[in-house]
């Protein structure tokens, strides 16, 4: 199967089948999402939480991002690669945000960026876009803004907030993304934007009338231990057979179990 472009994704809005989005952080998670024949690998943001340790996602730096967009690219072949920039890298102004977006094209050798916002970064992504890079939208609950929209918490909930995101998904289609992704809203919200917007919507926490969804690999996986949103299903539990199988390897190099004999020259 041949390399997944923006424009596939797009002409999955009426074709189908609906888009799987995975983030990942690493040559390994990259080849275990591309693999598995996941459609989007998303170097998250998120990464500065799920793999640096941050308390959330203002610290992390385009040098970060693009150290592991690097490393996923690498081990992804199929699916496409989409990279999130991170605050600050787009929102002081356009000449750096296609420079920083580039960066992840040239350097990265992502397929496309990701930017949080609606209509206030709607001229961002569309000088992106002119300037030949595929761009993603993320509305909703946005991370790196998340301090001034009171927390992490469900947006668009009332008549106003509902207008002003429906905006904000008109915009970014008029500055030409290919996709956005929907972040904690009502389901009923977002199959409302879906079916009012004619590019491709991908929900986190955001019901199932979104067309495709998207969950952190560290989250569903089990492998983040920290906290768990309700919106997160965790398709298996990889950290504790890990710490399981650490504890016994400390046992056996304490008791000199380990090395056995086949593992020694
Ligand atoms: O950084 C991230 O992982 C994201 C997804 C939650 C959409 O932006």
């Known amino acids: 199967m041949g390399k997944i472009t923006p424009p596939d994704i797009l002409a999955r809005k009426k074709k189908g089948p609906k888009i799987s ?135 668009g909930k009332d008549t106003r907030a509902a207008l002003s995101l429906m905006e904000d998904a008109k915009a970014l289609c008029e500055a030409g993304v290919f996709s956005i992704v929907i972040e904690c809203v009502p389901a009923s919200l977002s199959s409302r934007i879906t079916s009012q917007i004619p590019v491709p919507t991908i929900g986190i926490g955001a019901g199932g009338g979104c067309d495709g969804q998207v969950l952190v690999f560290h989250d569903m996986t089990g492998l983040f231990d920290r906290f768990t949103p309700k919106f997160v299903k965790k398709y298996c539990d990889a950290g504790a057979p890990i710490k399981e199988a650490l504890k016994r390897y400390k046992e056996e190099v304490e008791s000199g179990s380990f090395p056995g004999p086949e593992h020694q020259f």
């Open 21 to 155: 989005t995975v983030t990942a952080y690493d040559y390994p998670t990259g080849k275990l999402a591309d693999d598995a024949g996941i459609d989007v690998v998303l170097v998250g943001d998120s990464l500065g939480m799920v793999c640096l340790g941050y308390p959330d996602t203002v610290s992390v730096t385009m040098e970060e991002m693009l150290h592991h967009t690097k490393a996923v690219s690498r081990g992804v072949k199929t699916a496409l690669i989409v990279a999130d920039m991170p605050f600050l890298s787009y929102q002081v102004g356009v000449e750096e945000a296609i420079r920083n977006a580039g960066r992840f094209l040239k350097e990265g050798r992502a397929d496309a960026v990701k930017l949080e916002g609606g209509v206030s970064q709607a001229d961002k992504a569309a000088a992106i876009v002119r300037a030949g890079i595929p761009v993603m939208g993320h509305i909703g609950l946005t991370p790196q803004t998340a301090t001034q929209l009171g927390g992490f918490k469900v947006q």
